[in-house]
Every structure is written in structure tokens, then in C-alpha cells.
């Protein structure tokens, strides 16, 4: 018989995990309440893709310590856990919209330049930290053959199997209760940036000022002639993207950025004006640089970015509040207020875990849920 290649491994224990969602495989209790905190651990999704990457690697070379998955480690039987979760995890988990990060788990701090074995007895700092000490202990039993890597992989995909599609039906109840409860009577501008301020003041926030900026281009993108090129990754830096900021605009027919969105979670700087500048000089074309602040806006920043227009050649470079932006765009654009908050909530329930969580989703979905009925 020919040797499966970690690919088909994963589809085939996904078909096998899939078959029978409400019913574990693995007969000893705390292994299986280890495995289900493990993958169903909200606050720290990096202990889940550690572990499957790590059961991966040892079905496929059953001869690895799975406790070893750093080739920094001396010996035969430590291996690179990070080709196996970037090769093999990260296209499986796109693919079947599995409840993980995005990006590899061996880059996250905690997980990060270690250089021995992954015991019972490592110390790794992080929140929580029984996440942590979950996933250690379960590679310990895989290795000294408690449980077996091909049974901890399954259950851990069924785990995902079942808190995916409980987050899909969590969503779909609360959008058609929306759907439901909306009347005649639209929210009022005032009522949506009311939504919008109790929303941007929900923990883990700072992708949604984006979302704001997007949904107002994807909205009015017929009056004003203009259109909002795709977002790019929560994550990724602007250099390895080759973004110029967070939304960038063109006129719809064309491919030119003319107007740039910057969004901050802190006050402005002049050294973030100063940054914006290199960028203009690399882009001429740019008419508009934009930073949008969930903070306050010091008044000398502000004359700072003023005065750089004539330096410029004619760019202009502003600071505005995320909610007074969001205010000034609803009135002017009084009559497809409804449209926006629509592009909002789409874009926002499109955007992947890593940018914005599920109780983030649910929490606009409640609070527009509140405010249609009141």
C-alpha cells in the first residue's frame, strides 16, 4: 500500500471526523475534555494548530517524537512543526473554514525561537495558560503511546467540525432575526453610528474602523464614481503587501489609488504624517492621505499635516475622527443609510478570525437586533 502524503491524511481524517460529529472516538474522558479545551479555546487559537501540526507530523513519520517539532532540536526524531502547519494545515483549514488562525502557530510569541523538546515540564508563557498545558500533556501521551496521533488528530477535527458549524448557525439564527424584526422604518443616521460607537468600543476592535471606511466607499460607490480596492490581510505588514494603507480608493473606471485611508487605535503623530509623506513620494498619483483615529486629534499634528499640501504639490493630508467620518458620511448620504450598514455587516461577517472574532460578529449582530426592536 502506497504512503499517504500529509494532504490526504488530513482529508481522509476529516471525511472520518465528519461522518459522526456528536460522537467522540476516544474512550478515555480527560484525553478527550483536554482535546476539546484545546480546540475550542477562544482567547488562544495558537494551541490548536501546535497540536495538529505536531499529530500530523507524527502520522506521517510515525518514527518522530511529537514533543519535538523544532529542527533546532539535536537528534533523528525532532522535525520542523512549522512546514507541517504551513504547508499541509493552513490550505486544509481555508478550504473546510475551520475555526483557527490563519497563520502558523510556531510564529506566535510563545512559540517562537524554542530550541528543546515540548515536555510536561516546558513552561511557555502565555494566556491561558492551560492551553498550553493541555496541548503539552497530549503530546506527552501521544508519545509514550497513551493515545495514538491518528485518534488525537480525528478528535480534534470533530471538535472544529462542531464549533464551526455551531458559530454558522449562531450567525444565520441572529441575521435572520434581523431580517425578521426589520420594519418599514429604517435606523435613523443617529441610530447607526450609535450602533457603530457601542460596537468600536467592543474588546479586540481595531479592524472595525476599516470595515467603517469600506462600507461607506462600497455603499456610495455609484454616486461618488469611486471604489474601494479589496482589504488586505488584518495581519500582514504594508511593505509585504505592497498596500499603501489600510482602504485605498480609486476612480471606478481606473486602477490608480488617488485617496488613502490610514486607520489608528492612538493619537496621531507627526512621525506618522512624516511616513505617510514617503509613501506619497513613491505614489503621485495620490490626492488624498487620510488617517482615521478612534483617539483624540492634537490640534499641532493637525496644522502639521495641513501645511505639508503646497510642500506636496497639491496631496492633501487630513485627521479625522472615525465617528465624526462615519457622522458626516450618513448625513450626506442620508438616503442609502440603509446600504451602509448592510456593506458593514457584510464586510464584516466575511472578514476571517484572525481580524475580527466571533464574539465580535455576534455582538453586531445583537446589538442591531436590540436596536431594530426597541
Given at each position: 500500500m502506497s504512503k499517504r502524503d500529509p494532504a490526504q491524511i488530513l482529508e481522509s481524517l476529516y471525511s472520518r471526523a465528519g461522518s459522526s460529529p456528536g460522537k467522540n472516538s476516544i474512550k478515555d474522558a480527560r484525553i478527550c475534555e483536554r482535546i476539546e479545551y484545546v480546540a475550542k479555546c477562544i482567547s488562544n487559537r495558537a494551541g490548536v494548530r501546535l497540536l495538529m501540526s505536531c499529530m500530523l507530523a507524527k502520522i506521517d513519520r510515525p518514527e518522530i517524537d511529537p514533543r519535538c517539532p523544532y529542527t533546532e532540536i539535536a537528534g533523528e526524531k525532532s522535525f520542523s512543526g512549522r512546514q507541517y502547519d504551513e504547508q499541509y494545515l493552513t490550505s486544509f483549514i481555508n478550504k473546510f473554514h475551520l475555526p483557527c488562525n490563519s497563520t502558523t502557530a510556531f510564529l506566535t510569541p510563545a512559540l517562537r525561537n524554542m530550541d528543546s523538546p515540548l515536555t510536561k515540564k516546558t513552561v511557555i508563557v502565555g494566556r491561558p495558560a492551560q492551553v498550553y498545558s493541555d496541548t503539552l500533556t497530549l503530546l506527552d501521551d501521544v508519545a509514550i503511546q497513551k493515545v495514538g496521533a491518528e485518534e488525537v488528530l480525528t478528535e480534534t477535527l470533530r471538535c472544529l467540525i462542531v464549533l464551526r458549524d455551531e458559530r454558522k448557525a449562531r450567525i444565520q439564527s441572529l441575521v435572520s432575526e434581523i431580517s425578521r424584526a426589520k420594519g418599514a422604518l429604517p435606523l435613523s443616521s443617529e441610530g447607526i453610528v450609535h450602533l457603530i460607537e457601542q460596537h468600536l468600543s467592543s474588546p479586540n476592535s481595531s479592524r472595525l474602523p476599516v470595515?467603517?471606511?469600506?462600507?461607506?466607499?462600497?455603499?456610495?460607490?455609484?454616486?461618488?464614481?469611486?471604489?474601494?480596492?479589496?482589504?488586505?490581510?488584518?495581519?500582514?505588514?504594508?511593505?509585504?503587501?505592497?498596500?499603501?494603507?489600510?482602504?485605498?480608493?480609486?476612480?471606478?473606471?481606473?486602477?490608480?489609488?488617488?485617496?488613502?485611508?490610514?486607520?489608528?487605535?492612538?493619537?496621531?503623530?507627526?512621525?506618522?504624517?512624516?511616513?505617510?509623506?514617503?509613501?506619497?513620494?513613491?505614489?503621485?498619483?495620490?490626492?488624498?492621505?487620510?488617517?482615521?483615529?478612534?483617539?483624540?486629534?492634537?490640534?499641532?499634528?493637525?496644522?502639521?499635516?495641513?501645511?505639508?499640501?503646497?510642500?506636496?504639490?497639491?496631496?492633501?493630508?487630513?485627521?479625522?475622527?472615525?465617528?465624526?467620518?462615519?457622522?458626516?458620511?450618513?448625513?450626506?448620504?442620508?438616503?442609502?443609510?440603509?446600504?451602509?450598514?448592510?456593506?458593514?455587516?457584510?464586510?464584516?461577517?466575511?472578514?476571517?478570525?484572525?481580524?475580527?472574532?466571533?464574539?465580535?460578529?455576534?455582538?453586531?449582530?445583537s446589538l442591531s437586533r436590540l436596536l431594530i426592536n426597541a
Open positions: 470595515l467603517v471606511v469600506a462600507a461607506a466607499y462600497k455603499a456610495a460607490a455609484d454616486m461618488l464614481g469611486e471604489r474601494a480596492l479589496p482589504l488586505k490581510s488584518h495581519n500582514a505588514a504594508d511593505s509585504s503587501t505592497g498596500a499603501l494603507g489600510d482602504v485605498e480608493i480609486c476612480l471606478t473606471n481606473e486602477n490608480e489609488i488617488v485617496t488613502i485611508y490610514e486607520m489608528k487605535n492612538k493619537r496621531v503623530s507627526i512621525n506618522d504624517v512624516d511616513h505617510a509623506l514617503s509613501k506619497i513620494n513613491c505614489n503621485r498619483k495620490v490626492d488624498n492621505y487620510i488617517f482615521i483615529t478612534t483617539d483624540g486629534i492634537d490640534q499641532d499634528v493637525r496644522e502639521y499635516a495641513r501645511e505639508q499640501y503646497e510642500l506636496t504639490g497639491g496631496v492633501e493630508i487630513a485627521i479625522l475622527d472615525c465617528l465624526g467620518f462615519l457622522r458626516h458620511f450618513l448625513h450626506l448620504f442620508h438616503r442609502i443609510r440603509s446600504e451602509f450598514i448592510d456593506s458593514y455587516q457584510y464586510l464584516l461577517l466575511a472578514e476571517p478570525e484572525s481580524a475580527v472574532n466571533q464574539p465580535l460578529k455576534e455582538a453586531f449582530l
